[in-house]
């Protein structure tokens, strides 16, 4: 085709393939049409302008303004068309969409104004939004008629029943008449049946009588038969002789006797026997001598040697009835004849000789024949006696069979009648079951009829009001799933009122009950809140994949439980194997969930989010990472982000649904509150009625399975509202028991939040759920001990609140009452002012003039903050030594009891330290007093440690060991692995005992989920350097037993606190950055130790101090420096630490204990910092204004953390508690407004 449009339609014109090839390329250039599509909602508009700056010198731009009004009516009526709504409200709804367009992008924009969080409503909402009404509403009009139509048809069956009652009344009154008239029918049958099987009983006696006979008969003529056979037996040999003699005789024998004229005289004597044997008659001929006749049997002899079947009649011939008078002349005129003998006649003739041989046998046969004749006539006469007595018996038997077969044709009408009695008696028992379950389903239903059809009613009521609820839950889908709850509430009340003007809604409505083809929503783990329900309801019913907003990991949890393990892969954003996960997940048809997802996200996930499919041979592909994957309808795709408040562009909006799964203080207070609240819902009971009587098809009181699980429901449903009944007693006692608890429950709620929010700690919820209830063994004294903690937490809460008051800027001092007059003061006695404010330590002086007795405590402190902003940080420790006591500003060590007492065999507990200081032994040192140092096992992560420690940690799991890693740090990769296998531990396959120590430095990169799960230390800098000094040498210490300490000399015991005191100073100079050391240097708490542990071992080896001075301070810290300036100064700072002739800077105790030392430096006063670090005053003082500023700053730049659960006479109530406790009196009010907008300007 491109070749012929090359060749101008003319196919003879001949062009090369390059010429062919270079107009294809300028067609294209010439049709080809570019469309760049970028989003306007964020910043990267302009970043991208700035990037591909020829794209607005050679593109066209078009900048699409908000679509007007009138274009989102026409789009609505477009959408409206087909739905089944009334025309009037058709008209009314497209107006109503516009409006809550618009108002949700001015509360988004409101949101933003106040908070800074931005959430994006875009068309694509709005195209939403009209979908989901037409889709929702053609499924709530089908659900509210189906469920409608259930009550309409129970009411139907309970008339039914009604009606039936006396139907069956009467029925039941004729089964009962025809059951006796078959009765007496069967009873009169029976009696004929046993008559009659008498009869048949004689008659068969007498067969069986005949039947003996005939056997005995039988018997006899068998005897007789075989006597017969065994004398027959003798001449039945000869007679087989001679049919073998008559066998070898061939014709042609045959034909030569018979051509003889005058055969010899003993051929002649034999055919003569022959001829008289067959009973021929001889010829008579005449005599030539006498003349007389002569008998002669030659010519008959011929006449049947001519016969063909000669042979054939002798073979066959009736030996059994031989006349006697012809056996009498054989055996008289020829068997004695002298020729008559076989041999004799073979001479003449071997025919003659085979015939010869016949006679004879016959004759011997005709002999035995005769003795056999008697016995063969009584066989025969015992046969027929036989034959007789058979034939009698015969008769009987058919009489026996006739009267049997009328016996059975009887037994057969009875059983036919039994059975029409029997399908009548079940008849008629059925009719009285019927009757009864009648009277029954009446009895204990009636009061429903009543109800269900007033609920049928408010069904067609609620039908009625669709349009309006539909309407707002679309609204609350389209527009609401990322706000927070206060926002959501907000919205929809005034949205409901809005509707409520021009369209029908139901008068109490509530989104998470509004919709009646919801059904039960399964929480599945979430707080039973309507928030998180009205998620659920939103993630049913967006068109879009999911984006949960979710920092506790609440959401991920609620998949967990509701997608069948097989059928979820759970993956994070960033592993290494999400494309295969990806791509395996969507040809399986699995729920995939990818978590930790960022501001921003691959644009190969676009067209799976957008759900751009190619289908191809009626299958569908999708496009992800530039392969064709073959799309599962059932694949599901969830994404999780831990981002409190993400900024997702519009593009981000308009592919994905973003829903705020964030936890609600409300939701912790009520779980903390009642932590298990399980009550039977009665309404459950009434809809398995329903649905028993709707699914019933046939006659409902023949259904004994539907009747049955009516009348146990119905029972289960009482039983559960007499059950749920409590009487008042015990209702005033459950009030005063939730009344006592819930200050308690108020302020662990409240904890929770400012863990979460304000210190930016991520804990899960159930992890904290557990430490809730954690003392499970003392729960008889959990009221009182919590009662008693709440007092306790009072004051730690009026510390936390008073310590953010107290860090404030007040701009103007005068604004307040007690502070009247300052100016003036100041001006007065500017001499003594000037000098007080250039004290080192003025925080420690009493204020010039009067005001010293005028101002409190807290007001003196605003005083010094204000004027010298670098004491904040000592004022305020002075300020609550004296308020609260010396306890709150004290370092907190570690305690490993209180660590352990905290974490269970589930959650690690994780190390975090920003000095390489590594707790490792006194975690030996706990085990031990815990006696679990067998179980110990710990392992150094790093290059080929992972399969070794993975494989640690499945042994501590099955053998309940206790299992540390260390540098967790130097082994990045291995975080997925060590997440998973975190994830995968249960109760079920862990040892109670097990315990998993994690060790690491704070550039440790965990995941969100991991971090959660842990029980969380870090190891802190010390906020003085007393404070800095002190941890030091105990942890240097803690690892000397008390017999080697007393064995030290007082030279390695001195010399010891003395290197501390350097290594303090040399770390706490950190702090100051660039101007302390040119070079950052890897120093720790370890290297500490191996100092010290080597002065111990060797200080007696070197007698030369210069030696020893050498070997720590060169070989162990200033060899570290790499600098020449920090090499310099750190040998410096070593002499004047180290030599043992300085004393000026620090003093030895009296004694050399070790709780000497430790009270010594408690009670060091360390006078100028600058001094004792080598630095200028003014660097310190910059440090602290540094310190403040970059405090206060952050103070101003964090959100209120209650705004959206307080009122501002809320705070002004929190404002007086505060206030009260200082003994200060102060109009709240008035200083509010005098000081709120300087402190958000400041």
């Not at 107009?23 to 970043?47: A, P, T, Y």
């Not at 056979?229 to 070898?248: F, G, K, R, S, Y």
């Not at 007389?292 to 016969?307: E, H, T």
């Amino acid at each position: 085709m491109v070749r012929l449009d090359a060749q101008h339609g003319n196919p003879n014109l001949n062009i090369s393939s390059e010429d062919v090839y270079a107009f294809f390329i300028n067609r294209c250039k010439e049709k080809l049409h570019v469309i760049l599509s970028l989003d306007i909602c964020s910043n990267i508009l302009r970043n991208k302008i700035g990037l591909f700056q020829s794209l607005m010198k050679n593109c066209i731009p078009i900048w699409f303004s908000e679509w007007s009004n009138s274009a989102l009516m026409d789009i609505s009526n477009e959408w409206l068309k087909d739905c089944n709504i009334t025309s009037e409200t058709k008209l009314i709804l497209p107006e109503t969409f516009v409006q809550i367009f618009l108002d949700s992008k001015i509360l988004t924009a409101n949101i933003y104004n106040n908070s800074g969080e931005k959430y994006n409503i875009t068309t694509s909402s709005y195209i939403e939004f009209l979908r989901l009404y037409v889709d929702i509403m053609e499924i709530e009009q089908k659900a509210v008629n189906e469920k409608k139509e259930k009550y309409l048809t129970g009411l139907k069956k309970l008339k039914y029943a009604d009606n039936q009652i006396s139907r069956l009344q009467e029925n039941l009154a004729a089964y009962q008449l025809q059951l006796k008239i078959m009765s007496k029918k069967a009873a009169e049958m029976t009696r004929q049946i046993a008559r009659e099987t008498l009869e048949v009983e004689r008659a068969s006696n007498l067969v069986r009588k005949d039947e003996k006979i005939a056997n005995k008969q039988a018997e006899a003529a068998a005897v007789l038969k075989l006597d017969c056979e065994a004398d027959l037996a003798q001449a039945i040999p000869i007679l087989e002789d001679a049919i073998q003699a008559l066998n070898t005789l061939k014709p042609s024998d045959i034909t030569l006797v018979k051509s003889m004229k005058n055969p010899p005289d003993a051929i002649k004597l034999v055919m003569a026997a022959v001829c008289v044997i067959k009973d021929v008659k001889p010829d008579r001929i005449p005599d030539p001598s006498t003349g007389r006749k002569l008998i002669d049997y030659w010519g008959p002899s011929k006449r049947i040697l001519g016969d063909m079947n000669f042979l054939q009649s002798l073979k066959d011939f009736d030996k059994d009835h031989i006349k006697t008078e012809i056996m009498v002349k054989i055996r008289k005129d020829y068997l004695p004849h002298k020729d008559f003998k076989p041999h004799v006649v073979a001479k003449a003739s071997s025919a003659a000789e085979g015939l010869c041989k016949w006679i004879i046998a016959m004759d011997m046969y005709d002999n035995v024949a005769k003795e056999v004749a008697p016995k063969k006539d009584k066989l025969e006469k015992a046969e027929r006696e036989y034959a007789q007595t058979v034939a009698i018996m015969d008769e009987k038997k058919l009489e026996v069979v006739r009267l049997e077969k009328q016996l059975a044709q009887l037994n057969s009408k009875l059983q036919e009648a039994n059975k029409k009695q029997q399908r009548l008696q079940r008849t008629a028992d059925a009719c009285s079951r019927k009757l009864e379950r009648s009277v029954t389903l009446l009895s204990g239903f009636g009061n429903e009829k009543t109800q269900w059809s007033k609920k049928a009613d408010d069904l067609e009521d609620k039908y009625q009001c669709l349009g309006g609820d539909v309407l707002l839950v679309c609204a609350a889908i389209s527009y609401l799933s990322p706000l927070p709850t206060v926002y959501r509430e907000e919205a929809l009340d005034r949205w409901y009122l809005m509707v409520k003007h021009d369209i029908r809604c139901s008068n109490e409505w509530d989104l998470t009950n509004i919709l009646v083809s919801d059904g039960n929503i399964d929480l599945a783990g979430l707080p039973k809140e309507n928030y998180f329900k009205e998620n659920c309801i939103i993630y049913k019913y967006c068109y879009r994949w999911p984006l949960f907003i979710d920092p506790q990991g609440l959401s991920k949890k609620w998949i967990q439980k509701t997608t069948s393990k097989h059928l979820l892969v759970v993956v994070k954003y960033g592993d290494p194997n999400l494309i295969k996960d990806v791509e395996s997940s969507i040809e399986s048809g699995k729920c995939l969930v990818i978590e930790n997802i960022a501001h921003q996200f691959s644009h190969s996930f676009n067209n799976l989010l957008r759900s751009e499919f190619v289908e191809e041979n009626g299958e569908k592909f999708v496009l992800f990472e530039g392969k064709k994957i073959v799309y599962n309808d059932g694949f599901k795709l969830v994404l999780i982000t831990s981002l409190r408040s993400p900024n997702y562009g519009c593009e981000v909006s308009n592919n994905v649904k973003v829903i705020n799964f964030s936890l609600t203080k409300s939701a912790l207070q009520k779980k903390l509150l009642n932590l298990v609240i399980k009550t039977e819902n009665p309404l459950s009971y009434e809809v398995k009625i329903l649905r028993t009587l709707s699914d019933s098809e046939a006659d409902l009181l023949e259904d004994i399975k539907a009747l049955k699980t009516l009348d146990d429901t119905k029972k289960l449903s009482e039983q559960t509202a007499q059950a749920i009944y409590i009487p008042d007693n015990v209702v005033s006692t459950f009030d005063h028991l939730e009344k006592s608890f819930t200050e308690f429950s108020h302020y662990s709620s409240s904890l929770f939040v400012c863990i979460d929010e304000f210190c930016r700690k991520k804990i899960d919820f159930d992890e904290y759920e557990f430490l809730f209830r954690r003392e499970k063994h003392e729960r008889a004294k959990m009221r009182e001990r919590m009662l008693e903690r709440i007092n306790h937490a009072k004051n730690q809460e009026q510390f936390e609140e008073l310590k953010n008051d107290a860090r404030e800027k007040i701009e103007s001092l005068e604004g307040l009452d007690c502070f009247i007059g300052l100016k003036r003061s100041m001006d007065d006695n500017d001499l003594i002012w000037n000098a007080f404010l250039s004290l080192e330590n003025p925080e420690q002086h009493d204020i010039p003039v009067f005001w010293q007795q005028k101002l409190s405590s807290f007001q003196k402190f605003l005083l010094i903050q204000t004027m010298r902003a670098d004491r904040t940080k000592e004022c305020m420790k002075k300020f609550i030594t004296l308020e609260l006591g010396e306890k709150y500003i004290e370092p907190l060590e570690i305690d490993l009891d209180e660590l352990y007492a905290e974490s269970y065999c589930l959650s690690p507990i994780l190390f975090l330290s920003r000095n390489n200081t590594f707790p490792l032994s006194k975690i030996e040192k706990f085990a031990i007093q815990k006696k679990f140092i067998n179980k110990f096992r710990y392992i150094s992560l790093g290059d080929a440690q992972s399969y070794l420690a993975e494989n640690l940690i499945r042994e501590g799991q099955n053998e309940g060991l206790w299992i540390c890693l260390i540098n967790c740090h130097l082994s990045k990769s291995w975080v997925y692995d060590l997440e998973r296998i975190c994830e995968e531990m249960t109760y079920e396959n862990t040892n109670e005992n097990f315990r998993l120590w994690l060790i690491s430095d704070v550039s440790f990169q965990l995941s969100d989920e991991l971090l959660e799960r842990c029980v969380k230390v870090i190891y802190e800098d010390s906020e003085s350097f007393k404070d800095k000094l002190l941890i030091s040498y105990k942890d240097c210490v803690d690892d000397v037993s008390v017999d080697d300490y007393r064995n030290y000399s007082q030279l390695v015991i001195r010399l010891i606190y003395r290197i501390v005191c350097f290594h303090s100073v040399v770390i706490w100079r950190q702090k100051f950055g660039g101007i302390a050391w040119n070079n950052p240097f890897d120093f720790g708490e370890h290297d500490l130790k191996v100092v010290t542990k080597m002065v111990s071992n060797i200080v007696n080896i070197y007698d030369s101090d210069e030696a020893l001075g050498y070997l720590i301070g060169e070989c162990c810290y200033s060899s570290q420096f790499l600098n020449q300036r920090d090499y310099e100064v750190s040998n410096i700072l070593f002499h004047e630490f180290i030599c043992l002739n300085n004393d000026n800077l620090f003093s030895y105790p009296s004694k050399s204990d070790i709780h000497d030392f430790i009270d010594h430096i408690q009670k060091l006063p360390f006078g100028k910092m600058s001094d004792l670090l080598g630095f200028n005053d003014i660097i310190l003082y910059r440090n602290n204004v540094e310190d403040y500023e970059l405090f206060s700053s952050y103070l101003t730049s964090i959100n209120t953390i209650f705004n959206d659960q307080f009122e501002i006479d809320d705070i002004f109530d929190m404002i007086d508690k505060v206030l009260n406790i200082l003994d200060i009196e102060i109009e709240t009010r008035v200083l509010i407004k005098k000081s709120i907008v300087y402190y958000m300007m400041s």
